[in-house]
């Protein structure tokens, strides 16, 4: 068992450290580094959601009183591919600090770099008051970040680009080390004597999955790296299989992301074979095939803190010229979910935060 402690933003806006106690497997932190990122985001007609003060007699999933502060606008710009579960999570967070803060949210995203830096350039033309944004391609978003910055915008970035949100403008991140996070997938392996994973990689070129599958090869260094495109299931599915056919010797898979871990696990399940399945990020089916022992154990990010976080540390900064984080990357993860604890997680993750 292991302290994992977040933070928790006040309607104040002041935080609070608060420690929870979840079984999760042995793991050590002294070489974790904190992530620092930025990120725009801007409203494209019909990609864009708003979220914001709540009418009277209405219901918010925050809950509580709304900021007195003088409404502002915030674009939340990401990568997230479509039918990619994980990104509801994200903006379920940001959602909710958006309501609590008086914060109209402008929610838009696309999975290649180019459009998305044009996302980002959009919000600087609409002059938004602070541009949360995801740095899986950070090379392809440095132009647009400075366009934000020089114009004074507040960038903080989330989940991918720890590594390099501080150079492009970021005054923090949110987010899990992902290097980090892949030693301890390793070291979780390893300690299931399991010595040749497959990790199958959604989309090539993404900073944070190159991480994540380098961080068990340093722990398991007979690791393999498979690309698939993670638009197309049918062609996980099909790379998948062939790739399992051609590696007998394969005693375990990783998925990074909960609807790719699935789409795997009907593959090796189809297959007949008895490769192992493990995964990164959550959603309530996959918590719920853990606590079934049909997935050994995913990797949680808590993307929920992330969308949150990144939208109330713009709305504090307005408020009050606060920086949430000292100057380092505020982390949300990892925290390894296995059968011990799936069942408390399962509960939340069918609400939709976990």
Known sequence: MIVIST????QSGSPELKSKEIHVAKFSWRKATLVAAVVPMLALSACSSTGGKVEQGGTSGGGGQ?????????ALI???APGD????????GAEEAAAKDNVELLYTSDPEGGRQAQLIEQAVDQKVDGIA??????DALKGALKKATDAGIPV?????????????????????????????????????S????????QEQGHVGLEARCAGVKEKIPATEILYVTGTDMTQ????????LQATADADAIIGLGAPYTLTILKAVSSSGGKVKVASFDMNAELAQKIADGEILFTVDQQPWLQGYGAIDSIWQNKRGGFTIGGGQPVLTGPAIVDKAAAADALQFAQQGVR
């Open 7 to 10: 933070f928790r933003w006040l």
């Open 66 to 74: 709304v900021a007195t502060t003088d409404r502002i606008k915030i």
């Open 78 to 80: 990401t990568h997230a």
């Open 85 to 92: 579960t994980f990104w509801d999570i994200v903006r379920k």
């Open 133 to 138: 944004v995801t740095l899986a391609k950070p």
């Open 156 to 192: 903080v970035s989330l989940n991918a680009g720890e590594t390099v949100s501080a150079q492009l403008g970021a005054f923090t991140h949110f987010g899990s080390n992902e290097k980090l996070a892949g030693a301890a997938v390793g070291e979780k392996l390893a300690s299931e």
């Open 194 to 201: 399991l010595s040749h994973p497959i990790c199958v990689i």
């Open 236 to 243: 996980v599915s099909s790379t998948v299989t062939a790739k």
